[in-house]
Antibody
Framework: EVQLVDSGGALVQPGGSLRLSCAASGFTFTSYWMNWVRQAPGKGLEWVANMGQDGNERYVDSVKGRFTISRDNAKNSLYLQMNSLRAEDTAVYYC?????????????WGQGTLVTVSS | EVVLTQSPATLSLSPGERATLSCRASQSVSSYLAWYQQKPGQAPRLLIYDASKRATGIPARFSGSGSGTDFTLTISNLEPEDFAVYYCQQRGNWPPYTFGQGTKVEIK
């Protein structure tokens, strides 16, 4: 059974840093692109970043230079290092797997982890 | 960036009725459009990908159509568990992947 477990969310002050984690199981992690998608409270979904099997990474413009996606294939884990956090980064962050038919088809999702940026 | 516009914002229907949800793209995304269902407090669930292909385990009452800039999600016979928010999402022009703002299907 495919499982994605998100963790690391917390309350952090503006300008602060946080590292999110996603533990994957039930599939061959190294074969898949992996994504982070976020959802601000009461709002819609926003794709944040993804990383391919070879380490190729992409970001939405609003987080470029502040967020870094990474993966540890030996630990079947995906990470999101978030620096210089802003109030507008407040959201539930989901890890999502990219389907083999297309990296941008999000076929499995974690349960989400809440990041709150506030003083 | 491709902007996806969903309509209507809210759809009020009764169980057993047919739901028709629309998603329009600001530029062609070919057939690279997906639909997701989200219930309160839960992660989204993939329903349809590549405009018309049902994801694993999705009931046949969910169907998708369209290409280019105009897409439709149809739920043929609403079940009580289908009342939720639905999002479209494109992967035809990326980065970034983008989502529509959502359509809420509520019980009339």
């Amino acid at each position: 059974e495919v499982q994605l477990v998100d963790s690391g969310g917390a309350l952090v002050q503006p300008g602060g840093s946080l590292r999110l984690s996603c533990a994957a199981s039930g599939f061959t992690f190294t074969s898949y692109w992996m994504n982070w998608v976020r959802q601000a409270p009461g709002k819609g979904l926003e794709w944040v970043a993804n990383m391919g099997q070879d380490g190729n990474e992409r970001y939405v413009d609003s987080v470029k230079g502040r967020f870094t996606i990474s993966r540890d294939n030996a630990k079947n884990s995906l990470y999101l290092q978030m620096n210089s956090l802003r109030a507008e980064d407040t959201a539930v962050y989901y890890c999502a797997r990219g389907n083999l038919a297309g990296a941008g088809i999000f076929d499995y999702w974690g349960q989400g982890t809440l990041v709150t940026v506030s003083s | 960036e491709v902007v996806l516009t969903q309509s209507p914002a809210t759809l009020s229907l009764s169980p057993g009725e047919r739901a028709t949800l629309s998603c329009r793209a600001s530029q062609s995304v070919s057939s690279y459009l997906a639909w997701y269902q989200q219930k309160p407090g839960q992660a989204p669930r993939l329903l349809i990908y590549d405009a018309s292909k049902r994801a694993t385990g999705i009931p046949a009452r969910f169907s998708g159509s369209g290409s280019g800039t105009d897409f439709t999600l149809t739920i043929s016979n609403l079940e009580p568990e289908d009342f939720a928010v639905y999002y479209c999402q494109q992967r035809g022009n990326w980065p970034p992947y983008t989502f529509g703002q959502g359509t809420k299907v509520e019980i009339k």
